[in-house]
């Protein structure tokens, strides 16, 4: 079956399911076009043999009340995973791996899945476009030297490239929602504390969020249900009653007030983005949705609130990255000369950049004025979210402020890549769920989307906006396998 | 300050220095896991023996409170009389180490979970108060080892990440002596309320100490010295004696104080600087984002109370009032928990005639003794508390006299022997027939008339004499009350 690698999540559950369809044949036929697509730069590590294996031994053995029975899917390599090499695309753990699972690919691997391998992404999730990961550029599936968006830039091109029936990212200002933007993919990031946290590479520990990214809204809510559970290792875990969100997706939204914030009308943005917006309006309202013009005044305080908060967070969970426990380490003449060589050459550029401005904003003299101010701009970033939804159920925005770009094309102004997260970093500064959605396609053919921004814990009520207004929008990815050798 | 001859002065050419001293003890919590995670906290393991993915900060591991030692900090609140904070954060205090895998050490910097209280010291001239201006939760570091191997540094995680309470004075201690009354008045608390076994040895209280000294009657503060990590009371005292000694002669010698981190070197008795104000780290402390603010009930905090054991305060007011201690005996009883545990089991089972005072006298004369001789605590004392109640019994219904306790005593050590059976077996029951002693004494005097005669005739010192004869002929059994009665009827 040659097209079993462009079935959804779903179609190929139920082919499991009715037999017609082993997770061998699956697993193979993922495994050939994965091999196929090198020149994509998709995975860092591929577990092939080892999938392969397993898939044998579930075909043996199948349990088919499990909610992904035998489906191979590869995972960010932000994840850490069992015995196999666990990287967060950077030299400094180019060696590591991992004698622990994180929960969110435990959980994965309970319901039946099967690791395929870790997919490329920013270094340790820093980046929007994936060009800052130490295992070189990823390109995007839609055109040759396209960036894939970041930092789940991997996972994005390896989804939209049909590498893999679905897959996981995490997004600390942007990183599932951007990438599924620029490829024409779904990406949900879910509410903080939805997703556990343990066993990911930490970036940003009070914006970080893991998340699933599909094909489609359905195969994006199965995802979902499969990762959010609370977890007692996670002290920042939500315990709240989760949804059976495929089982309980539904397209009927009438009567849904969604709010049009005037705030991302934002200079500068190019009319495509503008005229996609007001198509997403007619979609929702032609869906018996109500739209209502809302108002968050802080948002264009977000970005540098961002650009304090992450850093500052970061510049604090990389320093176990140290030469001393793990991972690499450069000779030095004693133990501090030992931790400068092994930091300079163990991070790249964006992350020694954002390890200094984090460690300048914590710095005493200044950390009233940065960091502290940051924290209070992010509570009145919260506050607009609460007033908005005392009248509306959910917020419809722009993904991002433009499609994707050319390699190399950002790489040189740092202000200019991060003013593409402009429209995602709200949304984890206020710890809530978002999803992006491909909603068309500007002049040149590259897709672009819509995100669905929700209330906190209400996931279920934006994936039945993004399912009612997938429908309308019947969007296709123009995907014509050019780097297929 | 009062102006008593206790006050501890520093005299350089007629100009009186006073010494103000405030301390940060680090109490390790005594639990079985560590703060954040579930390794085990067992002194001596064989290094990295105990240490789990979240001690050695391996990538993606979190941070989860452990509650009993959120617990274990409370109740020492309890028991410093201090403000329990209903919410307190903590903090990540950043700096690098190769004993601190995380780069950062979890602590409490703003918002710590107990707020001021107060510590009484007894001071041989009485009472003083010693404020406490926080006691926070945070991390210990592990263990870098520079002398296992000239060219590399061997590192122990076992200590990384178990629980330590820094407990912070206020600048209130005015001399070595108040230290080392300080210190041990801490260790007695927690040690009743079992929050910290105490054991300086082993490190589980250590103290980083602040001096600076002024001219007596200033009410300024001097520049401060911070002394680090110093392991005992003695070299506490010895740390505090030389810096402000060294700071007098500076201040003397018209230079100024430099604020700055100090070692003690116990070897050498002194001093050394170690990093200067500049030099400071800077921590760059912001709330861990791993963790949510703590927050605790009243409840939860109301449990803790109703369950607190009686303090020494509290039991030293109730010895003096029940079993009418004077209060110097009375301190020494509750100073130390397993001590005021064995005299309350004394008291209890001397039973209804009791005699407080002898009781007293024989833990804190004798047994302390014996105790101290063979270096034990006297929780191992090889006399039960049992056994010393009805050894006391028999001396006080004059079963047997104060003298032959003592050799009773002898021989109850060789097994926690019963007294009541040595009496028995080796026949030292004391005399109390007076019909006996008086035939007894009647002989002595026959057999010497003269010295009878003496005394009767005003050389009243050989009415030791006649006892000590009498003692002899009886086998130090007779009861020594009633010969002292019969030789006066009869040498009157």
């Known amino acids: 079956m040659s097209d079993i690698t462009k079935q959804s999540l779903t179609e190929l559950v139920e082919n499991i399911k009715n037999k017609k369809l082993s997770s061998t044949d699956i697993t193979k036929s993922f495994i050939e076009r994965s091999e196929k697509s090198k020149e994509l730069n998709a995975y860092i590590t591929d577990n092939f043999t080892s999938a392969l294996d397993k898939a044998k031994k579930f075909d043996q053995k199948p349990n088919l009340d499990l909610k992904l029975p035998g489906i191979p899917m590869a995972v960010k390599d932000l994840f850490c995973t069992k015995d196999v090499k666990t990287t967060a695309g950077s030299k400094i753990l180019n060696n590591f791996v991992p004698t622990y699972e994180s929960t969110v690919t435990e959980n994965i691997w309970n319901e039946g899945a099967i690791l395929l391998g870790k997919l490329n992404c920013d270094e340790f999730a820093m980046g929007s476009s994936n060009e800052t990961s130490f295992f070189g550029n990823v390109q995007n599936p839609i055109d040759k030297n396209l960036v894939p968006g970041g930092s789940s830039g991997g996972s994005a091109s390896a989804l939209a490239g049909q590498l893999t029936p679905i897959t996981i990212g995490t997004d600390t200002g942007g990183s599932i929602r951007q990438p599924a933007s620029f490829t024409g993919t779904v990406g949900l990031k879910p509410t903080y504390g939805s997703c556990s946290r343990y066993g990911i590479v930490a970036f940003a520990s009070s914006l970080d969020q893991a998340g699933p990214m599909a094909q489609n809204v359905k195969d994006c809510a199965l995802l979902q249900e499969v990762i959010s559970t609370y977890d007692p290792k996670d002290s920042t875990s939500i315990d709240f009653k989760r949804n059976q969100y495929s089982k309980e997706l539904n397209n009927n939204i009438k009567g849904k007030k969604i709010g049009i914030p005037k705030e991302y009308r934002v200079d500068g943005m190019p009319k495509e983005i503008e005229d996609l917006w007001q198509k997403g309006i007619q979609y929702v309202k032609e869906c018996g949705a109500k739209t209502i013009d809302i108002s968050l005044p802080h948002t264009s305080y977000a970005l540098p609130t961002y650009y304090i908060v992450a850093p500052a967070e970061a510049s604090s969970n990389l320093a176990r990255y140290d030469g001393v426990k793990y991972g690499f380490r450069a000779k030095g003449e004693n133990l501090i000369d030992m931790y400068e060589k092994t930091r300079s050459e163990g991070f790249g550029a964006e992350v020694q950049r954002r390890i200094m401005i984090g460690t300048y904003v914590l710095s005493s003299g200044y950390y009233d004025a940065y960091y502290l101010k940051a924290q209070k701009v992010r509570k009145l970033i919260k506050n607009d979210f609460d007033e908005a939804y005392k009248k509306v159920d959910a917020i419809l925005t722009p993904s991002t402020p433009s499609s994707a770009f050319k390699i190399g094309e950002k790489t040189d102004d740092p202000v200019s890549m991060y003013l593409n997260d402009i429209f995602t970093v709200p949304v984890n500064l206020a710890g809530l769920p978002g999803i992006s959605i491909p909603a068309g396609h500007d002049s040149k053919g590259y897709p672009l989307g819509l995100q669905i921004i929700g209330k906190a814990f209400d996931e279920q009520n934006i994936l039945n906006i993004a399912f009612a207004m997938e429908e309308k929008i019947n969007f296709k990815n123009k995907i014509t396998d050019w780097w297929i050798e | ?492």
Not at chain 2, 83 to 98: E, G, L, P
Not at chain 2, 278 to 295: I, N
Not at chain 2, 323 to 343: G, M
Request: glycine share 6%.
């Open chain 2, 1 to 492: 300050m009062s102006k008593n001859s206790a006050e501890y002065l520093i005299n350089r050419k007629g100009n009186q220095y006073e010494v103000v001293i405030g301390l940060e003890v680090h109490a390790q919590v005594l639990s079985e896991s560590k703060l954040f995670s579930t390794s085990a906290t067992k002194f001596g393991a064989e290094p990295n023996t105990q240490v789990s993915l979240v001690d050695a900060a391996f990538p993606g591991m979190l941070p989860v409170i452990n509650e009993f030692c959120v617990k274990q900090a409370i109740k020492t609140g309890i028991g410093l009389n201090a403000k329990i904070n209903k919410r307190s954060v903590f903090d990540r205090k950043n700096y690098f180490y190769a004993d601190l895998p995380q780069g950062y050490q979890i602590s409490q910097f703003k918002d710590p979970i107990v707020g001021e209280g107060k510590v009484i010291l007894d001071m041989p001239d009485g009472q003083k108060e010693v404020g406490i201006e926080r006691l926070h939760l945070e991390q210990d570091a592990g263990k870098s080892i520079h002398d296992l191997d000239p060219q590399n540094t061997f590192v122990d995680l076992n200590r990384s990440g178990v629980a330590l309470m820094e407990i912070v004075s206020k600048p209130d201690l005015r001399s070595p002596e108040e230290v080392s009354s300080y210190i041990k008045k801490l260790r007695s608390i927690m040690r009743y309320l079992g929050t910290c076994d105490g054991n300086m040895q082993e490190g589980s209280l250590r103290a980083d100490v602040n001096v600076s000294v002024r001219v007596r009657g200033s009410k300024e503060f001097g520049t401060r010295c911070e002394i680090k990590n110093v392991n005992s009371i003695k070299f506490m005292q010895m740390a505090i004696e030389y810096e402000a000694n060294r700071q007098v002669d500076l201040i003397e010698e018209g230079k100024s104080i430099d604020q700055e981190t100090r070692l003690f070197d116990t070897k050498k008795n002194e001093t050394r600087s170690m990093r200067s104000k500049e030099d400071a780290h800077d921590y760059r402390y912001f709330p861990d984002p791993d963790l949510l603010p703590l927050e605790v009930s009243d409840k939860f905090i109301n449990d803790l109370k109703n369950n607190i054991p009686e303090l020494p305060d509290d039991k030293k007011k109730r010895f003096i009032d029940e079993f009418k201690l004077s209060p110097y005996e009375a301190t020494i009883l509750v100073s130390d928990i397993d001590t005021a545990k064995y005299f309350e089991e004394v008291v209890s089972k001397m039973g209804k005639n009791k005699d407080m005072k002898l009781a007293v006298n024989w833990i804190t004369g004798e047994l302390f003794a014996v105790l101290n001789n063979k270096n034990l605590e006297i929780s191992q004392s090889p006399v039960s508390a049992k056994n010393l109640a009805i050894l006391v019994n028999l001396i006080k219904n004059g079963t047997i006299s104060g003298k032959i306790a003592k050799t009773v005593f002898e021989l109850m050590l060789d097994g926690d022997k019963d007294p009541q059976k040595i009496v028995e077996e080796k026949g030292l029951k004391q005399q109390s027939d007076p019909k006996a002693i008086e035939a007894l004494i009647d002989k002595i005097i026959n057999n010497n008339r003269e010295k009878a005669i003496e005394y009767k005739s005003g050389k009243e010192k050989l009415f030791g004499f006649f006892v000590g004869q009498a003692m002899k002929a009886s086998g130090g059994k007779a009861n020594p009350q009633l010969i002292n009665e019969i030789l006066k009827k009869k040498l009157q």
